[in-house]
């Protein structure tokens, strides 16, 4: 199992959403890695480009689950996603 949250903003001024793509995969390319899947936050209220404080945080607990979640500081909304290794992609060896 582990954690990790890092924190983005928006990159122009008065952004009210932001896509959220997770992939699986080392290359350098992000088109030469596995879409695992995507999802937005919305309604971000209305500010200059770099004052958002989004936080990302992803979560693999003991079964390979991954949570993927995404949420907007000011306002404390946030969305999900949870992706499982039902399509078995990767033996557990290589994960």
Do not use: C
Request: hydrophobic share 30%; charged share 30%; aromatic share 4%.
């Amino acid at each position: 199992p582990t954690k990790q949250t890092q924190t983005f903003t928006t990159s122009v001024d008065n952004q009210s959403v932001i896509s959220i793509a997770v992939y699986e995969g080392e290359r350098s390319m992000t088109r030469d890695n596995h879409l695992l899947g995507k999802f937005e936050i919305s309604n971000i209220p209305p500010a200059t480009r770099g004052v958002p404080k989004i936080e990302l945080t992803f979560d693999i607990d003991a079964n390979s689950i991954l949570n993927v979640s995404a949420m907007d500081k000011s306002s404390g909304k946030e969305k999900k996603i949870t992706i499982t290794n039902d399509k078995e992609r990767l033996s557990k060896d290589e994960i």
